[in-house]
Nanobody, 116 residues
Framework: QVQLVESGGGLVQPGGSLRLSCATS????????MGWYRQAPGKQRELVAT?????????ADSVKGRFTISRDNAKNMVSVYLQMNSLEPEDTAVYYC????????WGKGTLVTVSS
């Protein structure tokens, strides 16, 4: 059984930073690519960034140069991080981590609110 638990969200002013964390359980996560996704109010969930087991990364154009994805591979508990800098109000969303592609059942996510 796989489990995904996101944390680290909160309220931050424009221009600020946050670091999101994702704790996983299930050995499968050590051999698959992982992604951070987000869903803003009234919008569809979108892909923000991905990282392979070999640390190759991809970023959506909207976050390129501001967000950094990383992972810490352990045999049975991979952790995935998203360092978010220069945050903008448009980054306000619930952020989720999951396998990429073909995500598993979604976790609860963590809410990021960028507002003055």
């Amino acid at each position: 059984q796989v489990q995904l638990v996101e944390s680290g969200g909160g309220l931050v002013q424009p221009g600020g930073s946050l670091r999101l964390s994702c704790a996983t359980s299930g050995s499968i996560f050590s051999i698959v690519a992982m992604g951070w996704y987000r869903q803003a109010p009234g919008k569809q969930r979108e892909l923000v960034a991905t990282i392979t087991p070999g640390d190759s990364t991809f970023y959506a154009d909207s976050v390129k140069g501001r967000f950094t994805i990383s992972r810490d591979n352990a045999k049975n508990m991979v952790s995935v991080y998203l360092q978010m800098n220069s945050l903008e109000p448009e980054d306000t969303a619930v952020y989720y981590c999951n396998k990429y592609p073909l995500p598993y059942e979604w976790g609860k996510g963590t809410l990021v609110t960028v507002s003055s």
